[in-house]
T-cell receptor, first 112, second 115 residues
């Protein structure tokens, strides 16, 4: 089974609204990362949060991490139609931190 | 060199044939990864290299799969005796280990269809 599980599986909102996606994982992690994937394309790295961090911001993105609950959330504020994509969380485990384990993703649709 | 390049973008092959994919990472990145992604799923780890050394392989990488990175630059992923279950997007990514546990840069992938 996937280490990360995103919730919801699909989200449809209007342009200008905020979108929140959640991710849960099962084991201790070194860091958690969020990626975006447009249909049929590769993944684009959005933001990384380390296990000793609780919140991080990058532009319209806000990521939180709760290691006690083994969960993370990604908030996209003031969404745009161009934000329509699949969003994946990925965890880096253990001391090497090299392998990323991805969840199944949230499909976000932003309607103009 | 602005990103990770993968070739070909699409490959259609008959069951039983061998296929080979190529990945050119960002030149200064010493780590290179291969992932497989099926429709509606997240990417699954296959293997990774640090320079020319293959340091980890997933059990998903059966003996029909082999990956190389002979000079620590580009990498190839070969699938022998392809099966319909091999149909997927094969993604390559690279990163710089010296930056610690940073994000990956992914290529656009090679979509394999086995008919």
């Amino acid at each position: 089974s996937q280490q990360g599980e995103e919730d919801p599986q699909a989200l449809s909102i209007q342009e200008g609204e905020n979108a929140t996606m959640n991710c849960s994982y099962k084991t201790s992690i070194n860091n958690l990362q969020w990626y975006r994937q447009n249909s049929g394309r590769g993944l684009v790295h959005l933001i990384l949060i380390r296990s000793n961090e609780r919140e991080k911001h990058s532009g319209r993105l806000r990521v939180t991490l709760d290691t006690s609950k083994k969960s993370s959330s990604l908030l996209i504020t003031a969404s745009r139609a161009a934000d329509t994509a699949s969003y994946f969380c990925a965890t880096a485990l253990g001391t090497s931190g090299s392998r990323l384990t991805f969840g199944e993703g949230t499909q976000l649709t932003v309607n103009p | 060199d602005t990103g990770v390049s993968q070739d070909p973008r699409h490959k259609i092959t008959k069951r039983g044939q061998n296929v080979t994919f190529r990945c050119d990472p960002i030149s200064e990145h010493n780590r290179l990864y291969w992932y497989r992604q099926t429709l509606g799923q997240g990417p699954e780890f296959l293997t990774y290299f640090q320079n020319e050394a293959q340091l980890e392989k997933s059990r998903l990488l059966s003996d029909r799969f082999s990956a190389e990175r002979p000079k620590g630059s580009f990498s190839t992923l070969e699938i022998q005796r392809t099966e319909q279950g091999d149909s997927a997007m094969y993604l390559c990514a690279s990163s710089l280990a010296a930056q610690g546990y940073g994000g990956y840069t992914f290529g656009s992938g090679t979509r394999l269809t086995v008919v």
